[in-house]
């Protein structure tokens, strides 16, 4: 059974940091692009950071550069978002998905713009 599990999620004050890990099982991430992405209450579903298959390119949303971090362990079949500085605005559920290349990062995306999709764990960033 393909699925994709997130964790790490959770409450932090801002300023804080999250590690979150994207766990594959039923299939191997290697020949993916894997992206995380986010939705917050009444937003659009947008794309945060993205990382290869083949080189390992990673791509990020403006608003996060300098602050998120995307890394993949093809040996645990796993992928990982460390998160610091955070703010307020990070504050949303984020999901993992994988597709052949990374999409733009930064806009909206739809579910069926990614092949697969786990389903995301809860950042909350408050004081």
């Known amino acids: 059974q393909v699925q994709l599990v997130e964790s790490g999620g959770g409450l932090v004050q801002p300023g804080g940091s999250l590690r979150l890990s994207c766990a594959a099982s039923?299939?191997?991430?290697?020949?993916?692009?894997v992206g995380w992405f986010r939705q917050a209450p009444g937003k659009e579903r947008e794309g945060v950071s993205c990382i290869s298959s083949s080189d390992f390119s990673t791509y990020y949303a403006d608003s996060v550069k300098g602050r998120f971090t995307i890394s993949r362990d093809n040996a645990k079949n796993t992928v990982y978002l460390q998160m610091n500085s955070l703010k307020p605005e990070d504050t949303a559920v984020y999901y993992c998905?994988?597709?052949?290349?990374?999409?733009?990062?930064?806009?909206?995306?739809?579910?069926?713009?990614?092949?697969?999709w786990g389903k995301g764990t809860l950042v909350t960033v408050s004081s």
């Open positions: 039923g299939f191997t991430l290697d020949y993916y692009a």
């Open positions: 998905a994988t597709g052949d290349i990374c999409p733009e990062m930064g806009r909206s995306i739809a579910r069926n713009g990614m092949e697969y």
